[in-house]
């Protein structure tokens, strides 16, 4: 079967780092994307792995590792507006793109 | 690029009613997803568009649920005798065939409430 993990709720303070962690049990792989979306709105692009390794867009980093189906988001100097859900989706061969349920990241002052 | 465009971003209507959602993708992407989405979870995938094709439907999508995509730009999605179990966030997306692992950008979305 399809299986996307990510935990369902964080707290971090402002100025902090946060790491949010996705495990995955798909048929194929092709990618693996993580979305941003707040509350009532559509998701937006983070960022994209297809091979082993850290991928870093400013305060936005993500990492992947394909042979224990694992990657992570990585958000350092946290914000009040990163408080949003963050989804972690995975290409599983051609259209398919399958999602989590998404962590809620609450950050507090 | 004016991104994806969804119309309407609201809509309420009664139980048994029939209703239809409009979706624009971004113009140079040739492939177009609808998505549903309820409190708390993922999007779950309903039906895809290469072009004009209908290539794959959800076992979600029952037989009261029909997309089109005519001539290969904007896709509707049509649900017919609306129940209240169709309340949920209908999202579009689009995507460009090899770019970037076929990221997709998706539309603000039309929230659904069925009475």
């Known amino acids: 079967g399809q299986n996307i993990d990510q935990p369902t709720e964080m707290t971090a303070t402002e100025g902090a780092i946060v790491q949010i962690n996705c495990t995955y049990q798909t048929s194929g792989f092709n990618g693996l994307f993580w979305y941003q979306q707040h509350a009532g709105e559509a998701p937006t692009f983070l960022s994209y792995?297809?091979?082993?390794g850290l991928e870093e867009k400013g305060r936005f980093s993500s990492f992947l590792s394909r042979s224990k189906g694992y990657s992570y988001l990585l958000l350092k100097e946290l914000q009040m507006k990163d408080s949003a859900s963050y989804l972690c989706a995975v290409n599983a061969g051609g259209f398919k793109t399958i999602f989590g349920a998404g962590t809620r990241l609450f950050v507090k002052a | 690029d004016t991104g994806v465009s969804q119309d309407p971003r609201h809509k309420i209507t009664k139980r048994g009613q029939n209703v239809t959602f409009r979706c624009d993708p971004i113009s140079e992407h040739n492939r177009l997803y609808w998505y549903r989405q309820t409190l708390g979870q993922g999007p779950e995938f309903l039906t895809y568009f290469q072009n004009e094709a209908q290539l794959e439907k959800s076992r979600l999508l029952s037989d009261r649920f029909s997309a089109e995509r005519p001539k290969g730009s904007f896709s509707t999605l049509e649900i017919q005798r609306t129940e209240q179990g169709d309340s949920a966030m209908y999202l579009c997306?689009?995507?460009?065939?090899?770019?970037?692992?076929?990221?997709?950008?998706f539309g603000p979305g039309t929230r659904l409430l069925v009475l």
């Open positions: 792995n297809v091979l082993d």
């Open positions: 997306a689009s995507s460009y065939t090899g770019a970037g692992g076929e990221t997709q950008y």
